[in-house]
Nanobody, 121 residues
Framework: QVQVTESGGGLVQPGGSLMLSCIAS????????TNWYRQTPTNQREWVAV???????KYADSVAGRFSISKDNAGSTVFLQTTSLKSEDTARYYC???????????????WGQGTLVTVSS
């Protein structure tokens, strides 16, 4: 199994930056991709970005050019660098690791508890 834990959220002024982290533990070699999602105060869940095990990245149009996803060499930590933050970026940010079952039969998801980002002056 894989477990993930997010950190790095907080209160930031518009235009500011935060670095979010997602630390994975367990069978991290089985991770195929790690996504960031966010859930807004109105409970809308939005996909934000993904990084695959080979380092390919993609972003939602709403954050492209402002957010950057990366991972450490061990693949155990995925970062989401957020810049030029706007009030509409206020949300709880969740890390999702999609990984192969031990028998390789299917992919399963691990979710963290999320980290809250509040953008406000």
């Amino acid at each position: 199994q894989v477990q993930v834990t997010e950190s790095g959220g907080g209160l930031v002024q518009p235009g500011g930056s935060l670095m979010l982290s997602c630390i994975a533990s367990g069978s991290i070699a089985r991770i195929r991709a790690t996504n960031w999602y966010r859930q807004t105060p109105t409970n809308q869940r939005e996909w934000v970005a993904v990084i695959t095990n080979d380092g390919s990245v993609k972003y939602a149009d709403s954050v492209a050019g402002r957010f950057s996803i990366s991972k450490d060499n061990a693949g155990s930590t995925v970062f989401l660098q957020t810049t030029s933050l706007k009030s509409e970026d206020t949300a709880r940010y969740y890390c999702n690791a999609r990984y192969w079952r031990d028998d390789g039969s299917s992919l399963v998801d691990a979710w963290g508890q999320g980290t809250l980002v509040t953008v406000s002056s």
